[in-house]
């Protein structure tokens, strides 16, 4: 799971794409608003690696059109990343 902040977006990262690279698939989403139990879905981004373990590539593009590709170590975890620190 990623747990975003925006800096120079707006700060929930709402309409940030973000696609990673695991076990040989390609995978993206994208964070929203308005969705979940009450329109209060939290802004995480969640993925399922099925039997990968790793992540090969992470990378975000924020509503900024800011690209950032942070390392990903390991799978099963919470990573926060926060727009402009992880820049490729």
């Given at each position: ?11 929930d ?6 696609r990673?690279?695991a ?22 981004v969640h993925?399922?690696l ?17 690209l ?21």
């Amino acid at each position: 799971m990623l747990d975003l902040e925006g800096r120079q977006s707006n700060r929930d990262a709402v309409g940030a794409r973000v696609r990673v690279e695991a076990g040989g698939r390609f995978l993206t989403r994208w964070v929203e608003a308005g969705s979940g139990y009450a329109s209060q879905a939290p802004h995480l981004v969640h993925f399922g690696l099925g039997n990968a373990d790793r992540v090969e590539r992470a990378e975000i593009l924020w509503p900024s059109g800011q690209l950032d590709q942070p390392e990903i170590s390991g799978v099963d975890r919470l990573v926060q990343v926060t727009e402009g620190q992880s820049r490729n």
